[in-house]
């Protein structure tokens, strides 16, 4: 059973384009992160939201966790060819241990 | 070191054969977590350790796989008559505490492949 559904598990985009990865869930979690991985290396946090409704912002990326803190979503205004990467989010519950959904990969193309 | 070092970083082995894959975590860091990865997936919980006790060993997919930590430092996640599926990424975070939000850092993995 998969917890967190991330979609879209592949997306392709020319520079400058937006986009948007959605991650939901049925459950509820303390937090939830999102973790960006590169080939060859370990997932590297980019945030982690804990608060229903809340909103961070990373230079060109935008995260929000929803309301019932059950699903989250990555904005990213004008991406650049260095966005390119494995995009995960993880639901964490109090124990520490993070259920991850199963990646978004995106390549943005010069 | 400054980070989460893993080794080795790649491992090939025959069917039927053991392996021992290594995790040093961040000085300090009293939780450590080890992960499954297929390639390009999300990661696959597999064990965690406050110190070097187990409370969630929930993810070990069969009683091939086991770990330990000693010294609330080094861990070691050995697995017994590796099988084809048991090939992956297998990666090890540790984060300073056993809460919800914490950051986990992670190593940069092992790639276990099984002939």
């Known amino acids: 059973t998969q917890l967190l559904e991330q979609s879209p598990q592949f997306l392709s985009i020319q520079e400058g384009e937006n986009l948007t990865v959605y991650c939901n869930s049925s459950s509820v979690f303390s937090s939830l992160q999102w973790y960006r991985q590169e080939p060859g290396e370990g997932p590297v946090l980019l945030v982690t939201v804990v608060t229903g409704g809340e909103v961070k912002k990373l230079k060109r990326l935008t995260f929000q966790f929803g309301d019932a803190r059950k699903d989250s979503s990555l904005h990213i205004t004008a991406a650049q060819p260095g966005d390119t990467g494995l995009y995960l989010c993880a639901g964490g519950r109090n124990t520490g241990k993070l259920i991850f959904g199963q990646g978004t990969t995106l390549q943005v193309k010069p | 070191g400054a980070g989460v070092s893993q080794s080795p970083s790649n491992k090939v082995t025959e069917k039927g054969k053991d392996v021992e894959l290594r995790c040093d975590p961040i000085?300090?860091?009293?939780?450590l977590y080890w992960y499954r990865q297929s390639l390009g997936q999300g990661l696959e919980f597999l064990i965690y350790f406050q110190g070097n006790s187990a409370p969630d060993k929930s993810g070990l997919p069969s009683d091939r796989f086991s770990a330990e930590r000693t010294g609330g430092s080094v861990s070691t996640l050995t697995i017994q008559r590796t099988q084809q599926e048991d090939s992956a990424v297998y990666l090890c975070a540790s984060s300073p505490r056993r809460t919800s939000g914490d950051t986990q850092y992670f190593g940069p993995g092992t790639r276990l492949t099984v002939l």
């Open positions: 000085s300090g860091h009293t939780a």
